[in-house]
């Protein structure tokens, strides 16, 4: 499956973004979703992430309450909903994709498990 990320941008502390993960190749309905992100010198680290058998979702603590992952299965793509963005969300966010699913929430947000990613979109959060 090939994945392809849009929506990212500069907003202002307190705005809003809706990222995009739109897949070719295969039908996201199948995979475990994650959205990354990676800040300049810092390692890349989980977001939230989407099961494929139980449409369960799960988030960093960073984002809880303010970012809401979902699915479109019609068109194929997953959303990341942002609110409340922060200057600490500034980085590349990424879409990751893997057949597989886990009962333990903290296993989906560890990059190492995912098989398939996007290029990654730039969010810039100004103060």
Do not use: H
């Not at 392809?4 to 190749?25: D, F, H, I, T, W």
């Not at 890349?44 to 139980?54: A, D, L, P, Y």
């Not at 979702?57 to 019609?74: H, L, P, W």
């Amino acid at each position: 499956v090939q994945l392809v990320e849009s929506g990212g941008g500069l907003v202002q502390a307190g705005g809003s973004l809706r990222l995009s993960c739109a897949a070719s190749g295969g039908s996201l309905q199948y995979y475990s979703i994650g959205w990354f992100r990676q800040a300049p010198g810092k390692e890349r680290e989980g977001v939230s992430w989407i099961s494929r058998s139980t449409g369960s979702t799960y988030y960093a603590d960073s984002v809880k309450g303010r970012f809401t992952i979902s699915r479109d299965n019609a068109k194929n793509t997953i959303s990341l909903r942002m609110n409340s963005l922060k200057p600490e969300d500034t980085a590349v966010y990424y879409c990751a994709a893997t057949l597989n699913a886990w009962d333990y929430g903290m296993f989906g947000l560890e990059p190492a498990r995912y098989d398939y990613w996007g290029q990654g979109t730039q969010v810039t959060v100004s103060p």
